[in-house]
């Protein structure tokens, strides 16, 4: 920012600024607060002012530009610079206000350091007016009333935001999925306690914690169900104030399980009269359970869950071309199948939860019917669909000619261009399956092997043919 060029006045506050404070959260997590604008904005200024403008370069020598508007209306501009970032140890920046004539009545230089033991982190500030004119006395003289509010600010915008954990694990997705629905598992590495659980909309179930003290009784109601990849349920305490919402979310990330737990709704539990509810502690908690516990029982468990069945092909077509091929009912009924097979029906409704529904005739002319239940949909990139026999009107069925078949597989196709052409990858593995089940999809590896290549070699034809 530019010297500012007025002569310097004495102000009757010192010129010096101390403050320190005390967040039950990581300093990672803090350090955000202070360097995302869509973090800082909703926290910056006294309590009343708002910020339409805030736009930051968290970079040494980056620009900094936030525009505070007061209760009245009226925008306060104010500019700086950052002098040194050290994430997430150590924030130095200049500020100034603007006058009418955008020049700077001060120049103050804070630095901010964030210091962490035991998940919590210690905040503190100092202030250093530079310089000043006549002018910008009535804001520094202020300057400790609002940085005071502003932190007060920042802790209430901490606690509103959703508690995220995300992890990696080297398991198969319906492995993760059953440790996460299957009651009998949840009692092995999370709640010992608990009776009885269903992944379905609507279901409801209850089990007490003891904490400190007090007796928690968890109530719990499950609002979204996506078999295989995501559960939400509304979370709530008998006899406490507060309801919120915990999501886990289950995505394929080479040949590995990506769970994503995003908890939200945290600060409506009231953690200033109950700090047993405050949202360190269920970030703490969260952490543990995720990165250890869950983690620790999947892998075991996923060690013996059987093989993912991967084939992969090149197409000479754009990947805008395959895609449409493989998300068109129209398409998909000219082509789909193996190698003879025809499919006479079939209806689509792409979007995730909707179907794929098709009847398939052999070349003997056996009827069968199958469907795929959309779970994931990126757009000319990625397609995840759980899969299973079916009926005319649309249920789940088992394989025909082997009961001991999974009834659900979870198939994720990728497409990446490849120099005009389009290569793609299918991951297919059991979903909720039963350890026979498991064992006959690992046995059938090299029967999908042709069964597929058939498949693709009548795409291929298809797509040759423009």
């Known amino acids: 920012m530019p010297t500012v060029k007025n002569s310097p006045v004495e102000i009757a506050a010192a010129r010096t600024l101390r403050l320190t404070r005390v967040f039950a959260v990581p300093r990672r997590l803090v350090f955000q607060l202070w360097t995302d604008p869509k973090h800082v904005a909703p926290w910056w200024g006294p309590h009343g002012f708002t910020n ?10 980056g620009a900094i530009r936030i525009d505070m508007r007061g209760p009245d209306g009226t925008v306060y501009p104010m500019t700086g610079q950052y002098r040194d970032i050290v994430e997430p140890e150590r924030l ?17 230089l804070t630095t901010v350091t964030f210091t962490e033991e035991g998940g919590e982190t210690t905040l503190r500030l100092e202030a250093h007016v530079v310089e000043a004119t006549a002018a910008a006395d009535p804001y520094l003289t202020g300057m400790a009333a609002g940085w005071t509010q502003s932190l007060e600010k920042l802790g209430e915008h901490l606690a509103r935001i959703p508690v995220l954990v995300e992890r990696t694990f080297d398991a198969p ?11 009998d598992q949840m009692k092995q590495w999370y709640i010992p306690n608990i ?6 909309v609507g279901f409801r179930t209850e089990f007490n914690v003891r904490e400190g003290g007090k007796d928690y009784l968890h109530q719990w109601e499950i609002t979204t169900v996506v078999p295989g990849s995501k559960i939400a349920c509304r979370w709530k305490f008998d006899g406490y104030p507060g309801d919120s919402l915990v999501t886990f979310e289950l995505s394929p990330e080479s040949g590995k399980t990506k769970l994503k737990l995003t908890h939200e709704g945290l600060e409506s539990f009231r953690p200033v009269d109950n700090p047993d509810l405050a949202r360190g502690a ?11 516990a869950l983690k620790e029982f999947v892998e075991r468990l996923g060690a013996a869950a059987g093989r993912e069945f991967v084939f992969t092909r090149v197409f000479d077509a754009p990947r ?20 003879g097979c025809t499919v006479p029906a079939c209806s689509l409704d792409l979007r995730p939860g909707g179907l794929f529904h098709y009847c398939m005739q052999t070349p003997d002319g056996h009827v069968m019917w199958g469907k795929w239940t959309f779970v994931e949909i990126e757009p000319l990139e990625k397609l995840v669909v759980i899969v299973s026999f079916s009926d005319s009107q649309g249920g789940v069925s088992r394989h025909p000619m082997s009961p001991t078949w999974p009834l659900e597989t979870l198939s994720t196709m990728t497409l990446t261009e490849r120099a005009g052409k389009t290569e793609l990858t299918l991951r297919w593995a059991p979903s909720n399956a039963t350890e026979s089940e498991r064992q006959t999809f690992d046995a059938s590896h090299e029967g999908m092997q042709q069964g597929w290549t058939g498949t693709m070699d009548q795409l291929a034809v298809y797509l040759a043919k423009g």
């Open 52 to 61: 339409p403008v805030c736009q930051l370069d968290t970079r040494s020598g």
């Open 92 to 108: 130095v920046f200049t500020s100034a206000a603007l006058d009418a004539t955008d020049q700077p009545l001060f120049e103050v």
């Open 173 to 183: 997705m319906d492995v993760v999925w059953r440790a996460l629905t299957d009651v």
């Open 195 to 200: 009776e009885s659980f269903k992944p379905e």
């Open 282 to 292: 269920f970030a703490e908690g969260w952490t543990n359970l995720i990165g250890t």
């Open 320 to 339: 805008v071309t395959v895609w449409r091929a493989w998300t068109e009912a129209e398409q998909l009924q000219r082509w789909f199948g193996p190698k």
